[in-house]
């Protein structure tokens, strides 16, 4: 199950507005929607959240580019949703990524495992030899992005990177838009 909602910054306080993300293709269209949002090109939060798994949060500043935070690479990439974020913060083409599972990356011969160098994989342990292998590989587990996005508003890294199972209350409550992001919920 998904949540995402719009959080704009006024001058008078945090704005809340539910989205529907069904005709978002792109990141240039999620900063679109944002920029929407706020016609005084004030700060927007795009804050997106798949249960119990990952959590996203692109910021909008006017007509800056989007900055973009995703707190688990893997996770996010079993999602559209959370593929369009990482298309942009990996360099990735979503319609490429059967491709370059075929690819030989990581300098493994074909039905070479790459776990039984495990001192050598950081990003978390895969089937040598499968494409979900591949895919994984492509994919680093864990935090990507930009994860100083919300530091001026009062969520430092630590906290951001901290955040887990309900993130985006988490967020709003930081931010003192708690109420507000209750309304749309």
């Known amino acids: 199950m998904y949540f995402a909602a719009l959080l704009a910054r006024t001058e008078d306080g945090w704005e809340a507005s539910d989205t529907e ?8 269209d999620l900063a679109d929607l944002a920029r929407e949002a706020s016609p ?11 249960e119990d798994a990952w959590f ?9 580019d989007p900055r973009i935070y995703v707190s688990d690479a893997a996770a996010a990439a079993r999602s559209s949703y959370g593929e369009i974020l990482l298309t942009e913060l990996l ?21 070479e495992s790459d776990a039984d160098d495990g001192d050598d994989v950081d990003d978390g342990d895969t089937e040598g030899g499968s494409a979900a292998a591949g ?12 994860a100083l996005i919300l530091d001026d508003l009062g969520v430092s890294e630590t906290d951001l990177r901290l955040m887990s199972t309900d993130a985006v209350t988490e967020i709003a409550e930081s931010l003192g838009a708690s109420e507000t992001l209750e309304t749309v919920r």
């Open 56 to 64: 996203g949060v692109v910021r909008v500043d006017g007509e800056e």
């Open 21 to 28: 993300l069904d005709d978002v293709e792109t990141l240039s």
């Open 40 to 50: 005084d090109e004030d700060t927007v939060l795009v804050l997106i959240e798949q």
């Open 135 to 146: 895919a994984a590989e492509s994919v680093p587990h864990g935090p990507v992005g930009d």
């Open 91 to 111: 360099g990735r083409d979503p319609d490429d990524g059967d491709d370059l599972d075929a690819l030989d990356l990581d300098g493994t011969e074909d039905g």
